[in-house]
């Protein structure tokens, strides 16, 4: 681990199990991210699926099927997705809740052990797995990979 990388290197003290059991706890955060995208991603789609059959309805009762149109209308357009709940609220319930206490306890594990920084098991991993002194195996980015700044007038 290079010097200049404080905010990745192991505080003075910290055993091996501790740093594997915080990037374990990270992994499963990272988890809980996707989870939560997912969970988006079936909020947009539901309403995705909500507002076409808005148009099916229409298709329907061009086509002459007005009753299946009505029951579309009637038992699919706006329906709960859960018991009292539409996506929006699944998503609120989750990002309140369950995200919440897991992001809050994944930084307070952090903060009490390893002075509050991010993803020391990896970064050791890459030290570990780079080729040393090869290009593209650097271990932070270099003033030559950084984009240039432009200058103003």
Known sequence: MTATDQAHSRPEGLDDVTVEALGKLSESLETVERIRG???????LTGQADFNLDDAV???RKAGHARLADRIEDELIGRNVLAGRWTFQIVEEY???YYA???TLERAARDELAAGRRHLYEAELKERRRTHGRPGHESRPTQESQ???????
């Open 147 to 153: 984009p240039a700044q432009e200058s103003r007038p």
């Open 58 to 60: 229409a298709l329907f």
């Open 38 to 44: 997912h969970l988006y991603a079936l909020h947009q």
């Open 101 to 103: 206490d897991f992001r």
């Open 95 to 97: 990002d309140d809740g």
